[in-house]
Antibody, heavy 120, light 110 residues
Framework: QVQLVQSGAEVKKPGASVKVSCKAS????????MHWVRQAPGQRLEWMGW????????RYSQKFQGRVTITRDTSASTTYMELSRLISEDTAVYYC?????????????WGQGTLVTVSS | QSALTQPASVSGSPGQSITIFCTGT?????????VSWYQQHPGKAPKLMMY???IRPSGVSNRFSGSKSGNTASLTISGLQAEDEADYYC??????????FGGGTKLTVL
C-alpha cells in the first residue's frame, strides 16, 4: 500500500532553516512527481512546489522561490523540503503529496504532515 | 499566483444538495481540465475527492460530482450526510506548470 511518512515536528528560531523529509513506500518512487503543500494554523492549503522524482527537475511557487529547495534521494525513496530564512508566518503544517499517475495533475496520497513552529 | 476564489462557507441540511464554486482565470481553471477537489477534516491530511474536473477516484461516493464552465469549477454534494462536514479545497494546474489552491470552503451540515 502507498505510504508517505514524514519526519517529526520541528521548532526553529527566526532566520534559521528547516528540512522536512517524506519517505515513500508501496510504489516506484522514481516514476512519480512529489509535491509539498503547507497549511498555517486555521488557514488555507498553500502549494509550495514539486519535484520529478525521476530526473530531479523542480518547480516552485513564486511566493517561495529563492527560499525553498525540494530534493530527493532515490536510493531512499525520500523527498526533502528545505525552507530557509524562516519567519513566524512560516509556522505551519507541511505536507508532502504524490502526483497521481497518468498526468491527472492531482494529489492522490498525502503524508501525515509535519508541524514546523517558528518562534524566538 | 493568486489563490482561486471559493466561498468561505456553505451549509445544508442532511439529504439536501450543495454546490461549492471555485473561480480562477484563463491561466488556470479556464485553461485546463486539471481541476481537483480535496476534503479535509480537522487535524487530518486532505483527501482527493475529484480530479480532471469530474472524475471520482475509486472509493469516493457518487454523491460527489464536479463540473466546469469557463473560469469557474464546481463541486456538488448531493444527499448531504453528517460525515461530509469538512473543509473543501479546489486546486488547478496553471500555465506556469505550477498548482494553485483555492481559499477553502467550510461545509456545515445543519
Amino acid at each position: 500500500q502507498v505510504q508517505l511518512v514524514q519526519s517529526g515536528a520541528e521548532v526553529k528560531k527566526p532566520g534559521a532553516s528547516v528540512k522536512v523529509s517524506c519517505k515513500a513506500s508501496g510504489f516506484t518512487f522514481t516514476t512519480y512527481a512529489m509535491h509539498w503543500v503547507r497549511q498555517a494554523p486555521g488557514q488555507r492549503l498553500e502549494w509550495m512546489g514539486w519535484i520529478n522524482a525521476g530526473n530531479g527537475n523542480t518547480r516552485y511557487s513564486q511566493k517561495f522561490q529563492g527560499r525553498v529547495t525540494i530534493t530527493r534521494d532515490t536510493s531512499a525513496s525520500t523527498t526533502y523540503m528545505e525552507l530557509s530564512r524562516l519567519i513566524s508566518e512560516d509556522t505551519a503544517v507541511y505536507y508532502c503529496a504524490r502526483d497521481a499517475a497518468g498526468a491527472k495533475k492531482a494529489l492522490d496520497y498525502w503524508g501525515q504532515g509535519t508541524l514546523v513552529t517558528v518562534s524566538s | 499566483q493568486s489563490a482561486l476564489t471559493q466561498p468561505a462557507s456553505v451549509s445544508g441540511s442532511p439529504g439536501q444538495s450543495i454546490t461549492i464554486f471555485c473561480t480562477g482565470t484563463s491561466s488556470d481553471v479556464g485553461g485546463y481540465d486539471y481541476v481537483s477537489w480535496y476534503q479535509q477534516h480537522p487535524g487530518k491530511a486532505p483527501k482527493l475527492m475529484m480530479y480532471e474536473v469530474n472524475i471520482r477516484p475509486s472509493g469516493v461516493s457518487n454523491r460527489f460530482s464536479g463540473s466546469k464552465s469557463g473560469n469557474t469549477a464546481s463541486l456538488t454534494i448531493s444527499g448531504l450526510q453528517a460525515e461530509d462536514e469538512a473543509d473543501y479545497y479546489c486546486n488547478s494546474y496553471t500555465s506556469s506548470a505550477t498548482r494553485v489552491f483555492g481559499g477553502g470552503t467550510k461545509l456545515t451540515v445543519l
